[in-house]
């Protein structure tokens, strides 16, 4: 059977337990070969009733879940194959409280599953962007008028973003997108950003906010005033304004409420 596409299939899919087993054993080694997480080498046999390997070579049993996101969890991978196709296929993100009503477990296991998750999910590819590339920025915050009188009158205490906390994104075109939480959209904080995610050479896309200044001598840095137009041929960062807008869907519809602390998950 393909991997599930649908969620009707992902559950037919992954109510098998010996198949949510070899899914999980092919995203762990997609090389096929299997390896101790201890030694590093791949001598072992395979304990078929009870899903282990014993390596020849440190003289241990070792299972699937040993050094991954599994690890130190009762759960059965049925569940965490389940969690983890909802989390990347649910485009405005999905709470603990939705995970623990859809997989039959407590809210405290959801969350830590979905902690869990998100690690495994942020990206180990530390090269750099290229190509063309749009960087923009927004602010993260509860909105005045949604809040009580006595709670807004406690949490905003200037206007735009001063009570927000400032994040970063930075998309390659037709690639991905990373996202940093920024301590305030200065030409330093911003440019340390540019600098270290984006390839030396490549076309930049901004709007017109001056910290931007100063690009040009690195980057092909094109520039687009939104209080003029909003694209010009291929300059906009229409890109990461499409993503801001799922991300803060999601903030507001799903999670409701993220601390500062937690907007790097």
Request: glycine share 8%; with cysteine.
């Amino acid at each position: 059977m393909e991997a599930p596409k649908t969620l009707q299939q992902a559950i037919v899919y992954f109510s098998d337990p010996q198949r949510a087993f070899e899914y999980a054993v092919k995203l762990r080694w997609p090389s096929g070969k299997v390896t101790c997480p201890r030694c590093g080498k791949d001598r072992h046999s395979f304990i078929k009733t009870r899903r282990i390997w014993f390596c020849y070579e440190c003289q241990k049993q070792f299972t699937l879940k040993v050094g991954t996101i599994f690890e130190d969890s009762p759960l059965g991978l049925d569940k965490w194959m389940m969690a983890f196709w909802m989390i990347v296929n649910c485009k405005n993100g999905i709470s603990s409280m939705e995970i623990h009503r859809a997989l039959g477990i407590t809210q405290k296991s959801a969350w830590f599953m979905l902690q869990r998750l998100r690690l495994a999910m942020q990206s180990g590819d530390f090269g750099k962007l290229t190509g063309h590339v749009e960087v923009d920025e927004t602010f993260i915050g509860g909105k005045a008028r949604f809040m009580h009188k006595s709670a807004r009158k406690r949490r905003i205490a200037g206007t735009g973003g001063r009570d927000k906390t400032a994040v970063m994104g930075i998309l390659e075109r037709g690639g991905k997108v990373r996202t940093v939480v920024v301590p305030n959209r200065r030409k330093t904080a911003l440019q340390t950003e540019v600098r270290k995610h984006v390839e030396t050479g490549s076309a930049l896309y901004t709007d017109f906010l001056l910290s931007y200044e100063g690009l040009a001598s690195d980057y092909a840095h094109k520039v687009v005033d939104h209080a003029v137009e909003y694209v010009r041929g291929n300059v906009h960062t229409n890109g990461l304004e499409n993503f801001w807008s799922l991300l803060k869907r999601g903030l507001k519809g799903t999670y409701v409420s993220v601390e500062p602390f937690h907007l790097f998950r």
